[in-house]
């Protein structure tokens, strides 16, 4: 087996996710996979020809249509990851099956489907462990999705509220916690003179869109609108992979903005809004912070991890539009504290998050797992 060499200076290291569209990760995958590559290691991302992860379309007829179409896009493109810069091997599968994923040292699910998956992987695909992004219970049942964390792969969290779930309500053990982190070579303030204000003199507020239930669309929409009727001075900013009927008609919408492009945005603004009702981890915010944003977001995921409350940012309650309305509105009147906090949040994320950081955390797991195994063999 592959993982018996004595010295493992270059491992093999595959991913096997559902879909490579833009989502929180996604992206985490592959910021783990280019900084392995730095490390010397060779990493692969499998992805099958039909994705295997809709979100809410899987539990909302509804949108099933709509879906559809853009499931027929994805398919059938030729720039998978148009929107990110990725430098290791990709190969898209027509199934996710054993005879289609390459021999190594370590093979990593992603989704609860792909760790049953892996889970029956014969050895030579590489020892088995279990990137857990987010309880996954809004994407499939949740007795599936449960037992996913059973199936004696390494489990790998990246938050508390993981934690939280995995070992005290579900009584399954973590193996270790590797948080994310920004893209620090990309997200960063471009220039610390420069105004964020718009032409009219208003103050831009950034929401990132998804039209999935749990991203709380609807409650940033209404807070914004609360806090526009005392305040009409702030512009409402939003980007995202697709532009959903619900957006308002006199909001500014960014279609899939290249990561350039993103960290414009975000310095051009001067509060980003994450309204939030469930997150497996939730990296936007942390991309706003680093470029100098006044965040303005809910208590989920692993927000609890990445801010310290009312010092490098403005943490509200899931569902409630009328205090994330009041968080914008504190920041809109008290410039020096917006600037305060602004200040606090890019320090306090810059200083203690990087991507380089949690890989190698990563990589150093992987490694003493494989060790453990060598030493075991008889």
């Known amino acids: 087996m592959s993982y018996n060499r004595v010295?493992?200076?270059k491992l093999k290291i595959t991913f096997i996710v559902p879909d490579v569209d833009l989502s929180g990760g996604v992206k985490a995958v592959l910021e783990f996979s280019n900084h392995l590559i730095d490390l010397g290691h060779e990493v692969t991302v499998v992805y099958p020809t039909i994705p295997m992860s809709n979100g809410a379309s899987w539990y909302n007829p509804g949108l099933m249509l709509r879906r559809g179409r853009m499931m027929?896009?994805?398919?059938n493109t030729t720039e998978p990851l148009d929107w990110f810069d990725y430098r290791g091997k990709l190969i898209k599968v027509p199934t996710l099956a054993e005879k289609n994923i390459p021999e190594g040292d370590a093979v990593i699910a992603t989704w609860w489907e792909t760790a049953y998956l892996v889970a029956d992987y014969q050895k030579?695909?590489?020892?088995?462990f279990y990137l857990i992004q987010h309880y996954e219970v809004?994407?499939?049942p949740e007795e599936k999705v449960n037992a996913s964390f059973r199936l004696g792969l390494k489990n790998i969290i990246n938050s508390s509220w993981l934690r939280e779930i995995l070992e005290d309500k579900l009584k399954v053990p973590v193996d270790i916690l590797i948080p994310h982190a920004p893209d620090l070579d990309q997200f960063f303030i471009e220039d610390q003179n420069r105004?964020?204000?718009d032409g009219d003199g208003n103050l831009r507020i950034l929401l990132s869109y998804r039209d999935i239930e749990w991203k709380g669309m609807a409650d940033g929409f209404k807070a914004f609108k609360i806090a526009q009727e005392k305040t009409p001075h702030i512009k409402l900013v939003i980007f995202g992979p697709e532009k959903g009927s619900d957006i308002p008609a006199d909001a500014e919408f960014h279609l899939r903005p290249t990561r350039e492009r993103l960290r414009h945005l975000y310095n051009s603004c001067d509060i980003f809004l994450f309204p939030s009702i469930l997150e497996g981890f939730g990296m936007p915010p942390m991309?706003?912070?680093a470029c100098g944003c006044a965040v303005v977001l809910t208590r989920v995921g692993a927000v609890p991890d990445y801010t310290i409350e009312d010092k490098t940012a403005i943490v509200c309650e899931p569902r409630s539009s009328e205090e994330l309305a009041a968080g914008i509105l504190k920041l809109v009147g008290n410039e020096a504290l917006r600037k305060e906090i602004a200040d606090a949040g890019r320090k306090h994320i810059t200083d203690n998050f990087s991507w380089a950081d949690s890989t190698r955390q990563l990589e150093s797991f992987i490694l003493s797992t494989?060790?453990?195994?060598?030493?075991?063999?008889?």
């Open 287 to 289: 991309e706003a912070m």
């Open 138 to 140: 809004w994407g499939g």
């Open 124 to 128: 030579d695909k590489g020892e088995k």
């Open 7 to 9: 010295d493992l200076k």
């Open 72 to 75: 027929a896009k994805k398919i």
């Open 195 to 197: 105004s964020r204000l």
């Open 370 to 378: 494989l060790k453990q195994k060598t030493r075991a063999s008889p």
